[in-house]
């Protein structure tokens, strides 16, 4: 048997907050397998940004268990990519100083890091940008930016909680496609939180539907949509009946 790259067992988490309990998740249940695109919706304050911190170990649950490739969380990880909403790019430093940073911190020389940088570069479309700083990037260019340094914390499982979320809608959908040729090229495992439908049945192997807070999952719909994906497939029959659903 196969062992998830993710396994979250019945997860449940409650705040104190202005001197009362305030639970947001309840008895969470979901598994990403590995290579697989999973994609997580609901309302705003369901508690799905609270679980992607747990799942590197940031936030502990009150209950419940977090698998990694196998392994219980316990602690804080770094064997995860973690990217929030914002890109937390550094504005004093360079898109080539930005992304080398975790190799940096993971031990590498400055030479190694850089030339490891520039050599994905294109990969990323920010061959010839690396000396910019972020207030000179576009916004799809900072998440690109900020994807990539995430990569370089974790080829192998990403986090990303509504990475397009600010971006304008023409720049979302050419990210969105962008992502999937990242998908591709590098087969990580990846926990998507969106609030976009659309978004979540174009990226996404499975779907899972939390409901308002506490959160707790009441659909879990598998994609089987054809790979690769290009724009075209969100007018067919069968992306519009998983609309539907």
Known sequence: MITPAILVDNISKTYAYNEENMEVLREVSLTVEKGQFV???GPSGCGKSTLLKMIPGLVKPDSGQIFLEGKIIKGPVTKVGYMPQKDLLAPWKTVMDNIALPLLIAGYSRKEAYQKVKDLLPAFELEGFENHYPHQLSGGMRQRAALMRTIFISSEVLLLDEPFAALDALTRENMQEWLLGI????????????????????????????????????LEQEINLPRPRNRSIVTSDIFINYKKI
Request: hydrophobic share 45%; proline share 5%.
């Open 183 to 218: 998908l591709e090229k590098f087969g990580p495992s990846i926990l998507f939180i969106t609030h976009s439908i659309d978004e979540a049945i174009f990226l996404s192997d499975k779907v899972y539907v939390f409901s308002k807070r506490p959160g707790r999952i009441v």
């Open 39 to 41: 994609s997580i919706l």
